[in-house]
């Protein structure tokens, strides 16, 4: 992925931007649609981001490096507490923030929990309304006329010192504003010597190592296929990855790991026909992605309550 070393390239900024909002509202498909690649998965269930997930973008004005967080909201349960810790500290160093906020949904106490996080960043804070496709005709779903009422009056209630004629209204589905999001993002980065750097080489697009993007892959195929409970409760283990045919094949043997017997029943499908077709997919996805070939082993576990296993949880959530 690396062959051209980072440096200095005069009149461009280098910096990083953090995506912050609550679980769904477009995050993770933002980025892809900014980097042009799939980076961080994106599925109908909230918190499909489980890391800070690491994008970089080159554009003509400089190079930002996206951090995408996991949907921030409140919960007791253990693995959100660390979900939404890791959100909060992705804060922390950031030359830019990206709060998305989803334009087809009422904002409500989540909502406001999300821009609480935010507000004291006014400084280097860019929101954008995202989904304007699904409430606004294809013609108006780039101006303002697409902002929902309750939206602004939201974000003037919440965040009082940004000003309403500086929220975007985007649809990262239909590539609508991206360039406008990531022109105001740049006009955030300080021009000093400090960003005066790229982070990483302009053929880098991510920094996420090769058994953490088996493992998303396979993630996003299982979520799109299973519903309720389930989603939630899995997780994938790359067990053992070795390079085989003299280079030209990676060997790798995962598990969809879920919490129950009746969940794993579920996920091998009748006949191992939903197991199969995740794995089928995984590969022509992954084919895409590594310049080698893979070949995958894949299985499910029962992994009993593996939520409440700090062991686990650090394992997955860094
Ligand atoms: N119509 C429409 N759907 C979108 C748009 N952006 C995202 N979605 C859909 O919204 C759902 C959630 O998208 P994600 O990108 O996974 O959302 P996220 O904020 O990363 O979610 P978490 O990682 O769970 O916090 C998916 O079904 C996307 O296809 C958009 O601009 N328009
Ligand atoms: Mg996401």
Redo the contacts with the bound molecule.
């Keep these: 992925m690396q062959d051209s070393a980072p440096g200095a390239a005069p009149g461009k900024k280098n910096g990083v931007a953090v995506i912050i909002?609550r679980?769904?509202?477009?995050?993770?498909?933002?980025l892809n649609a900014a980097a042009k690649r799939l980076i961080?998965i994106?599925?109908?269930?909230?918190?499909?981001?489980r890391n800070a997930v690491r994008g970089i973008v080159n554009a003509p004005d400089g190079q930002i490096v996206f951090i995408?967080t996991?949907?921030y909201h409140s919960s007791a349960k253990k693995m959100n507490l660390r979900l939404a810790s890791l959100a909060r500290s992705a804060l922390d160093g950031a030359d830019a923030l990206l709060y998305?906020i989803d334009a087809s949904r009422e904002p409500g106490e989540e909502e406001a929990l999300t821009a609480a996080l935010a507000a004291p960043h006014a400084g280097k804070l860019v929101v954008a309304a995202?989904?304007t496709?699904?409430v606004a005709p294809p013609e108006l779903q780039g101006s303002a006329e697409a902002l929902p009422a309750p939206l602004l009056r939201f974000v003037a209630a919440h965040i009082p010192s940004y000003d309403a004629a500086r929220i975007i209204p985007?649809?990262?589905?239909?590539r609508v504003n991206i360039g406008a999001v990531l022109g105001a993002l740049f006009a955030l980065i300080p021009t000093d010597a400090e960003h005066a750097d790229q982070l990483y080489p302009e053929d880098c697009y991510t920094d996420q190592q090769a058994d953490f993007r088996i493992a998303e892959i396979i993630r996003e195929q299982a979520l799109r296929r299973l519903r309720d409970e389930i989603p939630h409760a899995l997780y994938i283990e790359v067990a053992d990855m070795e390079m085989r045919q003299g280079g030209k094949t990676l060997w790798c043997r995962a598990f969809v790991c879920v919490e129950r017997e009746s969940q794993k029943r579920m996920v091998i499908g009748k006949g191992a026909s939903l197991i199969k077709a995740i794995r089928a997919e995984s590969l022509r996805e992954l084919q895409d992605i590594f310049p080698y070939c893979v070949d995958l082993d894949l299985r499910v576990k029962v992994q009993k309550n593996w939520r409440q296993r700090d062991t686990v949880l650090s394992k997955l959530i860094w």
């Design positions: 909002g679980p769904s509202s477009g995050k993770s498909t933002f961080s994106v599925s109908p269930t909230p918190q499909t981001t995408d996991p949907g998305l995202t989904k496709d699904l985007l649809s990262a589905e239909r």
